[in-house]
């Protein structure tokens, strides 16, 4: 087991990476400070991992919600599902919220534990690549509103995070690919030893190659837990973590958080932020086409889907939370493993990259 | 103008406390730090001060929402109509919402700016003089649930609080009463001069007395600076303010949030508390008969409704936030002038307590 610590004053906390760790009491109840224990998750992970889980807590009073799954479901609406099941169960402000799932599980449980009764314990327990190396370090919680994505929400840091390894095993190719492009975004925007790492190792990591898989994790949620424990509230430098996130988010709201994974959408994304970057006088094409390959070798999506106009593009993107008094800003890269702070673009040369990636 | 701090290091703040400071735009503008000013009020407050506050905000994207009025609003679905306004007017995380009403206003127009882009600067504009002298301060927003009240919030300061006494005027009787309940409420539990000077002065401030409201306002906001500095999050003394809150909570929540406003609840709240002090020896008939009588000088409510069950207040405490573990907590008073911590309470007692205030 890896234990890295994510620095932040009264506020820090351990994420445990490690093969096999939902079997591991110790590591539930070290961590839980009340008897009473809410397990959030969804109708796919709840029959692999669920009762796993739930046999380390026998001793408390449990209680359960299990989500439909998918990005769709990410809302308000469902969120009440959660306060709905904890006052029914008349749940205190010490109980403690599990949130056992990918990243939508992750943001939501931690919303819902953010915002019951002010705030409640919560630990997090990814079981996508996605989320153990992204979603499920930093305390940004949240839902999607339908005029915008993750544009509800707040920052809240859980207890501790358990990414068991192990559990990578029962995901299906999709995902697993859609979990590496933000492994790779760590490489792009601050790590670019840890790039040509990737380049060279990407076939055992889609072979599932637990040492390589593990490494990655590990490099990953250390790049993230320096970021955070520098700029907890991304007044700075935690921008850069969302390269290829604004075109991400603007394509995810476009398609109403479906026929996209996150991480399929932060590929296309970032494809359009080295374009764009290039553009700028910034990266070169050899660069701008390192960034197409590897996102290709992972089979994940590299052009926006041919329905989508530029101006619907544009005009989602002006509601992403790195703009300022309405003002479209997104993170480039100055190189590979070298990202920018939020920059305002001329217009003009974001359509020229938004009719480029179109047509395809 | 009066001039209070919140002491919250990077969070700290002013209340500025005089009559006609909803005129002064230079009070507003210092404040305001983007170009992008939401307003959100309601159907009351709007016809009597929405114009005079828009006035100092020409230079800016200004947008509003006009609420219902009263504590049945307060809830998921009327804070989604405060994001939907965000989002159609393309707000950034600079945008300030500033609250300009009573304390459901306040209330969502915080939880709103709390969860807006994962927080937005807010300001405090409070209208009635429970708003002025409690709610607006310290940080404590959010909505009910149909199962509690102030079940789902989080803490969030504003930048600002601006209580004109001036529109106190506007105020009716009953709301006036109403918050008259909170400002008795720092003399029990922490103020015993205080309570002296309202006993003495309480037909001043009844009959509007400006310069009685105006040393009623500031010492009711110094009392509340000072707690909420000491502990803003609640882990301990700042359950203090909720004197006489888990029985009203309770109540409002059995009434479905309308028949009794806020200060009314806690007015018999806070005799359920003073009778249950007696009972477990702390305070003496005599003191006890004080404070009812207090309450009652202001025709404020001194006892349970009459269809209101024991059972069915019982169950409903059970989710009060000061709980824990599930079991019942409530403030006390050791004298008046003195509130005890949170303590676990025989529900014997308790019931004895809710059968005799049942009577009347």
């Not at 520098?230 to 935690?238: F, I, L, P």
């Not at 996150?262 to 080295?274: F, K, S």
Request: charged residues 20%; aromatic residues 6%.
């Amino acid at each position: 087991m890896t234990t890295l610590n994510v620095e932040l004053a009264e506020r820090s906390y351990s994420i445990y990476i490690g093969a096999g760790l939902l079997s591991q009491t110790e590591l539930f109840q070290r961590h839980i400070q009340s008897k009473q224990v809410l397990v959030v998750t969804n109708s796919t992970v709840a029959p692999l991992y669920l009762a796993q889980v739930l046999a380390h807590l026998q001793a408390y009073q449990v209680a359960q919600v299990v989500l439909p799954d998918g990005e769709q479901y990410k809302n308000l609406q469902h969120i009440n599902q959660i306060y709905d099941q904890l006052l029914a169960q008349k749940f205190s402000r010490n109980a403690t919220l599990i949130a056992l799932g990918g990243g939508v599980i992750g943001d939501m449980g931690g919303f819902a534990a953010a915002t019951y009764q002010r705030g409640i314990p919560f630990m997090q327990i990814p079981t996508t690549l996605l989320a153990q190396v992204d979603s499920s370090v930093g305390g940004k919680t949240g839902v999607n509103h339908a005029l915008g994505k993750n544009m509800i929400g707040a920052f809240y840091q859980p207890r501790c995070v358990i990414a068991d390894t192990q559990v990578l095993t029962t995901l299906d190719d999709r995902q697993l690919a859609a979990g590496l492009a933000e492994v790779i975004k760590y490489g792009l925007i601050r790590d670019p030893k840890f790039f040509c790492w990737l380049e060279e190792h990407l076939s055992d990591l889609l072979a599932r190659d637990p040492s390589a898989l593990a490494y990655a994790i590990e490099q990953s949620c250390r790049n993230k837990a320096e970021v955070v424990a520098e700029d907890e509230t991304e007044t700075g430098v935690r921008a850069t973590l969302n390269l290829g996130h604004t075109f991400g988010h603007a394509l995810e709201t476009a398609l109403n958080y479906t026929g996209l994974l996150h991480g399929e959408a932060v590929a296309i994304g970032t494809c359009l932020a080295a374009d764009l970057s290039r553009r700028l006088g910034w990266l070169s094409r050899v660069d701008v086409q390192r960034v197409v390959d590897i996102f290709q070798r992972c089979q994940l999506p590299v052009a926006l889907p041919a329905h989508l106009t530029p101006e619907r593009i544009l005009d989602l993107m002006a509601v992403d939370k790195k703009n300022l008094d309405g003002k479209i800003r997104v993170i480039l890269l100055e190189a590979i493993g070298q990202a920018t702070l939020p920059v305002n673009v001329d217009q003009n040369v974001l359509v020229e990259t938004l009719v480029h990636y179109g047509r395809d």
